[in-house]
């Protein structure tokens, strides 16, 4: 008989130590409170997530551990019927730290034996899908601005425009440039999609800079000239070569050189340069342009953001090219950084790292 209660005290103590790993283990914060709303139960990830002292936090009531009145009523709430409650905050810290809260209550064979509070760290699913909103919003906004325009010249050729030949010209170029804006939107909507999502799995080659920087920039000779542009590259002797997607380091490349020339008054001037630094090679495109208020460099490369979104949108823009450029430079284990002054122009710099065994 005296050997009951020992084994009875060290099962207890087995399942208690049980309870204490898997509580350890979890990702979510636990907190478990008394009848009277005071812990008793406080697991290292709340610790953690809370930036609470289990020592200092035991025994104190809730009100004195967060500090929040919602969430004290909550608690009351589900002690009083028994019912369980979900709150999501951003009042728990400083910050824009947003969590989710699950409140159910701890029944025992004698009725409530208190209430569990389970929290996630929801900021970064919130951001997401602040992202995802202002993503689909800003989709339809781009889509539809030009198919009104198509529309609205559509409907005036049939009502009796088509007969004036020059007037018919006229409404069919502007019809031709607001399609191909939609076409460029689609293409770019495309390509951020498979670049990002990895669809597109990256072929590295050894690419000779100085040839395929001459060859990029050849096919821009037209804009070039029309616009003045004096464009200089500036590659070290000891940087011959780079491993890259082809395909994706030219769509990368295209689009910072397209926005240099964009946004470059006649008669600028536009450099193309490499460097290497701490194993990484850095390919920058910078111009003498209108430059980017330093307010607005940190959100460059979100998608559809624009500094100026009326002269983006007429010179042709589809507000994602730089959100492009960002995930390529990502794909390949790089960064994509911007540095601007207002009326002095801009540098976009693209790091990739160098391969071990690279020539």
Known sequence: ??????????????????????????????????????????????CNMFGINRERALNKHVREVFNNDQLDTLVKETLKSGDAHTLETPDLLPGETVFRLHITPIKGSKGSLGVAITARDITELKRLEKIRVEFVANVSHELKTPLASIKGFVETLKDGALEEPDTARRFLSIIERHANRLNNLISDLLSLSKIESGQIPLELKKIRLLPFINKLIGTFDDRIREKEHTITVDIPKGL????????????????????????????????????????????????????????????????????????????????????????????????????????????????????????
């Open 1 to 46: 008989m005296s050997e009951r209660p020992e084994k009875k005290i060290l099962d207890m103590a087995h399942e208690r130590d049980k309870l204490a790993a898997v509580l350890s283990s979890m990702a979510e914060g636990v907190l478990a409170l008394d009848t009277d709303g005071k812990t008793f139960l406080v697991n290292s990830a709340a």
């Open 240 to 359: 011959t070569y780079i491993y890259a997607d082809k395909a994706l380091l030219d769509q990368a490349l295209a689009n910072l050189l397209d926005n240099a020339i964009k946004y470059t008054p006649p008669h600028g001037k536009i450099t193309i340069s490499a460097s290497e630094e701490d194993g990484q090679i850095g390919l920058a495109v910078s111009d003498t342009g209108i430059g980017i208020p330093e307010a607005d460099l940190a959100r460059v490369f979100e998608r559809f953001y624009r500094v100026d979104k009326a002269r983006s949108r007429e010179m042709g823009g589809t507000g994602l090219g730089l959100a492009i450029v960002k995930h390529i430079a990502l794909a390949h284990g790089g960064t994509i950084l911007a540095d601007s002054k207002p009326g002095l122009g801009s540098t976009f710099t693209i790091t990739f790292p160098r391969l071990h065994g690279e020539a």
